[in-house]
């Protein structure tokens, strides 16, 4: 397995966040996880000397009291669910979490959540956001605008890429459940350019 791309930046406010709206000490917090305090004043810090077993103790105490990592550590969202909800929590893989995996909620099936979900099969997608804003003011639906930007993107700085090893076979049981139209499904498969691709596509961009 790949090694995580954790954000230490994110989740150091992340951890910080979660304490505050907990209402929690660092010495609580600490000793939910299991540690000792100053370890947890050191991911707060975002400092890189902290392991990630460690930082996998903190978050799982954290998802242990509600709370959910909306898109991993690639950025500081943090979402709180009360705690009749929790037993309908489930697992997801994510590369930016610590241990690679992180507690996800029943949600809305929309854009982000497949950018989330394409992002923990291993593709990196560039300027997301501005994937996500064409998907809201687009007159069509949000999949059928997924399915073009895929191959016409370009000219807006989308691209979709493999981080490592490309899982065809994964991404495709990821996003069964959004039921993408097949030429949607198909685009995005044979966008996402390979890792060593990605130098030869920025050349024929720049060209173009």
Same mark, same amino acid.
């Given at each position: 397995?790949? &090694? =995580?791309?954790?954000?230490?930046? @994110?989740?150091?406010?992340?951890? %910080?966040?979660?304490?505050?709206?907990?209402? $929690?000490?660092?010495?609580? $917090?600490?000793?939910?996880?299991?540690?000792?305090?100053?370890?947890?004043?050191?991911? /707060?810090? +975002?400092?890189?000397?902290?392991?990630?077993?460690?930082?996998?103790?903190?978050?799982?105490?954290?998802?242990?009291?509600?709370? /959910?990592?909306?898109?991993?550590?690639?950025?500081?969202?943090?979402?709180?669910?009360?705690? @009749? /909800?929790?037993?309908?929590?489930?697992?997801?893989?994510?590369?930016?979490?610590?241990?690679?995996?992180?507690?996800?909620?029943?949600?809305?099936?929309?854009?982000? &959540?497949?950018?989330?979900?394409?992002?923990?099969?291993?593709?990196?997608?560039? @300027?997301?956001?501005?994937? %996500?804003?064409?998907?809201?003011?687009?007159? +069509?639906?949000?999949?059928?605008?997924? +399915?073009?930007?895929?191959?016409? +993107?370009?000219?807006?700085?989308?691209?979709?890429?493999?981080?490592?090893?490309?899982?065809?076979?994964?991404?495709?049981?990821?996003?069964?459940?959004?039921?993408?139209?097949?030429?949607?499904?198909?685009?995005?498969?044979?966008?996402? =350019?390979?890792?060593?691709?990605? $130098? /030869?596509?920025?050349?024929?961009?720049? @060209?173009?």
């Amino acid at each position: 397995m790949a &090694s =995580t791309t954790i954000n230490r930046k @994110n989740l150091a406010r992340q951890i %910080l966040a979660g304490r505050a709206i907990a209402k $929690l000490t660092r010495v609580e $917090l600490a000793k939910l996880a299991s540690m000792a305090h100053p370890t947890v004043k050191l991911a /707060e810090d +975002g400092d890189s000397t902290v392991s990630e077993e460690a930082l996998g103790k903190i978050c799982r105490a954290l998802e242990n009291l509600g709370f /959910e990592f909306l898109d991993g550590t690639n950025t500081p969202s943090l979402a709180f669910h009360e705690q @009749n /909800e929790i037993e309908s929590a489930g697992i997801t893989a994510d590369a930016s979490m610590p241990g690679w995996v992180r507690r996800i909620y029943p949600r809305r099936l929309d854009a982000r &959540s497949l950018f989330n979900d394409l992002e923990a099969c291993g593709v990196q997608v560039d @300027n997301v956001n501005v994937l %996500l804003d064409l998907c809201a003011t687009s007159e +069509g639906s949000w999949m059928d605008t997924i +399915g073009e930007l895929a191959s016409k +993107g370009r000219k807006y700085g989308i691209h979709f890429q493999w981080r490592d090893v490309v899982n065809t076979e994964g991404l495709r049981h990821a996003l069964r459940i959004y039921s993408l139209p097949p030429a949607t499904l198909n685009a995005l498969e044979q966008n996402i =350019t390979k890792p060593g691709d990605a $130098l /030869e596509l920025s050349g024929n961009v720049a @060209n173009q």
